[in-house]
């Protein structure tokens, strides 16, 4: 990648050069990702698709300050095709992906007992547009068969794990009160194995969009992220082991603490030596207390951890005003009826804290919210308006459409 970036460094473009690669890239989905035929065989139409109209959008940004001297109503036009064409692939995400094609066609066909008109509909609008040769109704067609081909045991898996450690995360998260709309900076992951550690960096991305963090990394051990004490059992070890439980307590106590903590965890029993004998200690016969360092929070089960760091900088504490703030913006949109390509002048009135990372923030906020005006006024007349408090913020926003 290094190479490549380095080769197209002196490469030069003329503006219609990037309006043609624009058009071809567009023109491309037109005739061969909405009719679902390479989807038959890469299941990544919708994927192609995005990259396609993200390529073309980029493209048309470089020449977009050009165009708008000239022609800027052509520039409103094509921002306006641009967000109703993302807002209608939005409306096909499953996640952090895109629902398969043949997904929604499988739907039609299980829902047609129940629901005939609108299988129906679906199937008219997914099959028989792209395909006059189908049967010319769902009710026509076959019952959907299982096609154990398809069945990718491994794939499943790894996603089973992928979603395990989510779930941590989003466990430590909510010990530590901490919104998913609020960004931190990393969260590492302890794993079961060697094979479990290529899976996280395999799917790191995922994880870094599901938890919102900035960085997704392995731990070198679960005492990285936390420390450890055990306690053995008085009760339990008392009554098997009588007058020699006071040994025995003493030698659990001279094991290596984390090393012994983490296999009681894994359900191993601990092998200690009292007066030249051998006695095998079990888990439920030692209480294991886990206490996180400071900075972060963590979540375990099993040999699985996850650490987030709770350490909230300047530039984090800003992103995620912001986001609080867009949601906020997009909520009033949709209350005040505006279409949702529609562009918008925004102005707002704030806290100190809010004000600065609205600010701090403005380019990811007009991007989002369609806004050609971001402006810190009260004055906004007869324009939409709402107030909202939370984090301990006042906000007052009002927006008109363009």
Wanted: charged residues 30%; proline residues 3%.
């Amino acid at each position: 990648m290094g190479e490549l970036a380095e080769r197209v460094q002196g490469i030069e473009f003329k503006a219609d050069q990037l309006g043609n690669g624009a058009k071809e890239l567009l023109d491309e989905v037109a005739t061969g990702k909405v009719t679902g035929e390479e989807e038959r065989y890469s299941r990544t139409d919708l994927w192609d698709f995005q990259a396609n109209v993200d390529g073309a959008r980029q493209a048309f940004e470089v020449v977009e300050s050009i165009v708008a001297a000239k022609d800027p109503d052509l520039v409103a036009q094509l921002d306006s095709a641009f967000a109703a064409l993302q807002a209608e692939l939005d409306q096909h995400r499953d996640g952090t992906g895109f629902v398969l094609y043949t997904a929604l066609t499988t739907l039609a066909s299980l829902l047609a007992p129940t629901m005939p008109f609108m299988a129906e509909e679906l199937y008219q609008n997914l099959v028989r547009s792209v395909n006059a040769d189908a049967p010319v109704s769902v009710h026509l067609i076959d019952w959907p068969k299982a096609d154990p081909e398809k069945i990718n045991e491994k794939l499943n898996r790894d996603m089973a794990l992928v979603m395990r450690l989510a779930s941590l995360g989003h466990s430590a998260r909510n010990k530590s009160n901490i919104k998913v709309r609020q960004p931190l900076s990393e969260v590492a992951f302890a794993v079961g194995s060697a094979e479990d550690g290529e899976l996280v960096e395999r799917f790191k991305d995922v994880l870094l969009e599901e938890l919102n963090v900035k960085s997704v990394r392995l731990l070198s051990g679960a005492g990285e992220a936390v420390d450890y004490r055990i306690n053995p059992l008085p009760k339990q070890l008392g009554q098997k082991y009588k007058n020699l439980f006071p040994k025995i307590r003493e030698a659990i106590l001279d094991l290596p603490v984390q090393e012994s903590a983490q296999k009681l965890l894994d359900g191993i029993n601990l092998v200690v030596k009292v007066d030249g004998k051998y006695y095998e200690i079990q888990p439920d016969e030692v209480e294991v207390h886990t206490s996180a360092r400071e900075g972060l929070e963590v979540a375990s089960d099993g040999p699985y951890l996850a650490a987030l760091d709770i350490h909230l900088t300047q530039d984090l504490i800003y992103e995620g005003l912001a986001r609080e703030f867009i949601r906020r913006v997009q909520t009033l949109r949709k209350d005040g009826g505006l279409d949702i390509s529609d562009r918008i002048r925004l102005r707002y009135t704030a806290t100190p804290l809010l004000s600065e990372a609205v600010s701090a923030s403005s380019d990811l906020i007009k991007t989002e919210t369609l806004a050609l005006e971001l402006e810190n006024l009260e004055d906004g007349g007869s324009w939409i308006s709402a107030s909202d408090s939370f984090d301990n913020e006042q906000l007052t926003i009002r927006i008109q459409k363009a």
